[in-house]
């Protein structure tokens, strides 16, 4: 099993900047099971979209086309944390963000088993 915990939401005037955070953790040799980690939100009333993928080998990373230029996926694997570094965000990245990890290496921002319990951005 792998657990995830976002942290680092909170409200966040429009232009301004933000960086949330996911831990990772679990099972003795999970880490070696995750090809890829990202990042997802659901705004009220619309359903769950995907913002940003990292792939675990190599960093290989993909955005929505609405967030990119404005937001950065990182990951530090000795850390076992993913981060999404918010710039310049608007009234329309009001969401509840969750991670996820992936053992599936391919299908970009499908096949995403593992998930966190989420962090409420508000852009205002």
């Known amino acids: 099993q792998v657990q995830l915990v976002e942290s680092g939401g909170g409200s966040v005037q429009p232009g301004g900047s933000l960086r949330l955070s996911c831990q990772f953790s679990?099972?003795?040799?999970?880490?070696?099971?995750?090809?890829?980690r990202a990042w997802f939100r659901q705004a009220p009333g619309k359903e769950r979209e995907a913002v940003a993928v990292?792939?675990?080998?190599?960093?290989?990373?993909n955005y929505a086309d609405s967030v990119k230029g404005r937001f950065t996926i990182s990951q530090d694997n000795a850390k076992n944390t993913l981060y999404l570094q918010m710039n310049s965000p608007e009234p329309e990245d009001t969401a509840i963000y969750y991670c996820?990890?992936?053992?599936?290496?391919?299908?970009?921002?499908?096949?995403?088993?593992?998930w966190g319990q989420g962090t409420q951005v508000t852009v205002s």
């Open positions: 679990g099972d003795s040799g999970y880490a070696a099971t995750i090809y890829r």
């Open positions: 996820a990890a992936s053992t599936v290496f391919s299908g970009t921002f499908s096949s995403f088993h593992y």
């Open positions: 990292i792939y675990t080998g190599g960093g290989y990373t």
